[in-house]
């Protein structure tokens, strides 16, 4: 039991009577009976908030949650006593998530139920616990609080954002991908494979145009292709120290797996297979698998992934992935990279080469940009204006000269590296280079 407001305030003026009675002796007997009547209005009070049952609690709990995207948790109250329940409600999230719209204050008629609901926002990646939901009943006169723990403690998981998957496929549905910068291209090559036949349209070549069908149908009749599917998709990332960086709320290690998780999707939709490796200090390996469920078996395999304190060994990752992965596959390294990686880079790269078609993808600072656009107003802005510039350009030549050795590469800040390795995929699809 908790003493109430009330009950503090009425205890106050009772000593302010007590000041006076001892100044002015006929309100002694006043003072007395005050007291005894707080008292014993107290006990009663306490006594009928003990011996009242508190509601039950049901809570409406999501089995993972998207990293850094708002989600609403309900708590339901159910009051299975006669007498209406003055209450406030806290629940207990992990220590990982923001809270939003809590504590909250409740009446509860009797035999009636009440559905609250309140926002979380996931910070880390991971398993967690919710614990007990603490709820503070007020007695009848509003003397005395008592606390209460209802309902059950829930695990939950908090998985890379998955919820730019649920966009990217609506928009899939709908043929308006160019709406989040997934770009259409023009096929070219001789990669693809047959789809059906179908009636000639505008701007379809001549090649494509079948005779034998034109000439049984009586008029123009095309093939129609798609892309090669049944190939592979690896996707090698580094969990080094380097991927601790942050941009905005996420690490880069955060930033690699929603990147990686899109792209995953996408290749499961072209009917490909998709696998996962890790490298730098965690080594795990998914080998390549088909149909949409595999989805959810690479977030169950990389949720709780976290960025180490080794430095990255390409050369070992790259020995590791040949030797767990021996059919010709698309291997997409997400990284970052430094000038100190060029000893050791290029060769494993060029080893990955010989079975397989390599894909680098690195993460690039926002803070890098944002040096570069902010105004320059005394010699030190200047200076660091240069610096980063030259920075940059290094970075840039490093990477014309992987370019020069046939690697396909990315390089840009971690917002941008889902489209970028979305546009890139299917570039590598249309050129048929797989």
């Not at 049952?53 to 109250?77: C, N």
């Not at 910068?181 to 990669?191: I, P």
């Not at 021996?326 to 970052?336: E, T, Y």
């Amino acid at each position: 039991m908790i003493p109430a407001p009330a009950l503090l305030i009425c205890f106050g003026l009772t000593l302010l009577l007590a000041v006076l009675a001892s100044v002015l002796p006929a309100l002694g007997l006043v003072w007395w009976v005050a007291l005894g009547v707080l008292i014993l209005g107290a006990a009663i009070d306490a006594w009928q908030l003990w011996r009242r049952p508190g509601p039950s609690l049901t809570r409406q709990l999501p089995q993972a949650l998207p990293l850094g995207v708002d989600r609403e948790i309900g708590l339901r109250l159910e009051n299975d006593s006669a007498h209406l329940q003055d209450l406030s409600v806290y629940d207990h999230p992990p220590g990982s998530m923001a809270i939003h719209d809590l504590p909250q204050r409740v009446q509860l008629p009797p035999g009636e139920g009440v559905q609250l609901n309140y926002r979380v926002h996931p910070l880390v990646r991971g398993s967690f616990a919710f614990g007990q939901t603490e709820l503070r009943l007020r007695s009848p006169w509003k003397l005395w609080d008592r606390r209460l723990r209802v309902g059950e403690m829930e695990a939950v998981r908090v998985y890379p954002n998955f919820a730019a998957l649920t966009r990217f496929a609506l928009l899939a549905t709908d043929h308006r991908l160019s709406q989040i910068g997934v770009l259409k291209r023009r096929r070219r090559g001789q990669g693809m494979d047959f789809h059906q036949l179908r009636e000639y349209r505008e701007g379809d070549i001549q090649r494509q145009i079948d005779w034998k069908a034109t000439s049984r149908m009586g008029r123009l009749i095309s093939r129609e292709y798609q892309d090669e599917r049944d190939q592979q998709i690896i996707l090698l990332v580094d969990c080094g120290r380097r991927m601790q960086a942050r941009d905005d709320a996420l690490s880069h290690m955060d930033h690699v797996l929603n990147a990686a998780l899109l792209l995953a999707y996408v290749a499961l939709r072209q009917g490909d297979a998709v696998g996962l490796a890790t490298f730098g200090g965690t080594s795990r390996f998914v080998a390549p698998r088909k149909s949409m469920a595999t989805i959810h078996g690479l977030m169950g395999a990389a949720f709780d992934l976290q960025p180490t304190l080794h430095s990255p060994d390409y050369l070992m990752a790259a020995r590791d992935l040949i030797v767990r992965q021996r059919k010709r596959a698309l291997v997409v390294i997400l990284s970052n990279l430094r000038d100190e990686d060029d000893d050791t880079l290029l060769p494993s790269l060029q080893l990955l080469q010989e079975r397989h078609l390599v894909l680098l993808a690195s993460l690039r600072e926002g803070i890098l940009g944002q040096s570069l656009r902010a105004p320059v107003r005394a010699l030190e802005d200047a200076l660091t204006h240069a610096a980063t510039a030259e920075y940059l350009e290094r970075r840039r030549d490093n990477f014309r000269r992987l370019s020069g050795h046939g690697i396909s590469s990315v390089d840009v800040e971690p917002a941008q590296l889902p489209l970028a390795l979305v546009n890139r995929y299917i570039d590598v699809k249309r050129a048929g280079r797989l």
